[in-house]
């Protein structure tokens, strides 16, 4: 076995991916409990357990770390890929991606970071234009670009992809999404989601599906 040419910088990088993840654990924990406004960087210290000064070696402010939580989350839901693959049907195809999104975005504890930002947009536009294209936008275009595959195989009737995959998303949404976001439900339950799903699948293929 080859010892790695520098064992101490490995097990140094090692142990600050470690602290920084320990951090970003406890901020997001009180950035859910408190909000933005409310967290603050001692609050967030203590959560971690961590001190202020450590805290504060690894992000400068609360604004900083935020946007850290924020890049994380993008890049956990990045990592989750629905199934367009065009050769699948396209009722198949919307339920499944609908019943999975709305899973997805209702999940316990999944609201937090789309209220924080949510709330923090106006003030910070660069954090919630980054979480819009690479999160909604980057969904929204993998099911356009599905869906104008199955135009061109004649299987559905649609002029903008872009626009009917909005709509799909949000019929998703119906009665689902609000509730849940502002705390008046909790998540939805698999079989809400479900018949909630299968109506918009419905909608949707009245709309645009293949005329006789």
């Known amino acids: 076995m080859v010892a790695a040419p520098y064992p101490n910088l490995q097990t140094s990088f090692d142990e600050d991916n470690a602290k920084r ?13 408190l909000g933005f406004d409310g967290a603050s960087m001692g609050e967030i210290a203590r959560a971690a357990g961590v001190s202020k ?14 946007e850290a939580i924020v890049a994380q989350e993008t ?6 890929s629905f199934n367009f693959d065009p050769e699948r049907d396209v009722p ?7 019943q999975n999104y709305i899973h997805l975005i209702c999940r316990p504890g999944g609201g937090s970071a789309i209220r924080t930002v949510m709330a923090i947009a106006e003030r910070m536009p660069d954090v919630g234009r980054r979480y819009y294209e690479n ?4 969904t929204i275009n993998s099911l356009a670009r599905y869906l104008e595959a199955h135009v061109s195989a004649g299987d559905v009737a649609i002029e903008d992809c872009q626009l009917a995959a909005s709509q799909f998303m949000m019929m998703c949404q119906a009665s689902l999404f609000l509730p849940f976001i ?3 439900a909790p ?5 809400r989601i479900a018949q909630v ?16």
């Open 92 to 98: 198949t195809t919307l339920r499944d991606f609908g």
């Open 187 to 191: 998540p939805p339950s698999p079989e």
């Open 21 to 33: 993840r320990q951090i970003l654990a406890g901020a997001s924990k009180v950035f859910m409990d």
């Open 182 to 184: 502002f705390q008046a």
């Open 53 to 66: 000064g450590t805290l504060y070696v690894y992000f400068a402010d609360k604004s900083r770390l935020f």
């Open 135 to 138: 999160v909604l936008e980057k």
């Open 197 to 212: 799903v299968e109506s918009a699948t419905q909608m949707f293929l009245a709309k645009y599906g293949k005329r006789g």
């Open 75 to 80: 890049l956990e839901q990045g990592r989750l």
